[in-house]
Nanobody, 121 residues
């Protein structure tokens, strides 16, 4: 079974940095797209950053210039480097990936368990 395992969340001061990681495991043929969503208290879940195999990236306007998404295809791992963190970045961050399993002809939407990021003094 395909699984996504996240790590790297925590409590940081405004202006600080965190690096989230998400590792995919299982019978994976390809990952067409992978990225991060976040959900703040009382708010809807929103996309934050995504990357595809070719290296193209997309960022929410609120994080451009501060967050950087990258991936290590050999490790099936995606990272989100978060710099200059603001209290508004406080949310549960979820890894999301579209994964094609070996022998399958379709992609499986896969979610990580979520990791809490809290930015506070």
């Amino acid at each position: 079974q395909v699984q996504l395992v996240e790590s790297g969340g925590g409590l940081v001061q405004p202006g600080g940095s965190l690096r989230l990681s998400c590792a995919a495991s299982g019978s994976i043929f390809s990952i067409s797209a992978v990225g991060w969503y976040r959900q703040a208290p009382g708010k809807q879940r929103e996309p934050v950053a995504f990357i595809i195999n070719g290296g193209s990236t997309n960022y929410a306007d609120s994080v451009k210039g501060r967050f950087t998404i990258s991936r290590d295809n050999a490790k099936n791992t995606v990272y989100l480097q978060m710099n200059s963190l603001k209290p508004e970045d406080t949310a549960v961050y979820y890894c999301y990936a579209k994964i094609q399993r070996i022998g399958a002809s379709y992609d499986i939407p896969s979610w990580g368990q979520g990791t809490q990021v809290t930015v506070s003094s």
